[in-house]
């Protein structure tokens, strides 16, 4: 079983990854740096969504 956080492959976060390969725990780094790259433009599309409410008042 192989075990690396997401700091140690390029990552933002401490998130353990688990697999039995470094190829596999490859491909689940960068599935959850894709997921974790949609939060964020999730989050800063709501923001800017505020803002321009907050504007227009």
Do not use: F
């Amino acid at each position: 079983m192989k075990t690396m956080n997401c700091n140690q492959l390029g990552g933002a976060c401490g998130k353990e990854i688990y697999s039995n390969t470094v190829e596999e725990v490859s491909a689940l780094r960068k599935q959850h740096g894709i997921e974790m790259h949609q939060n964020q433009l999730k989050s800063e599309l709501l923001q800017l969504s505020r803002y321009k409410t907050e504007c227009r008042s």
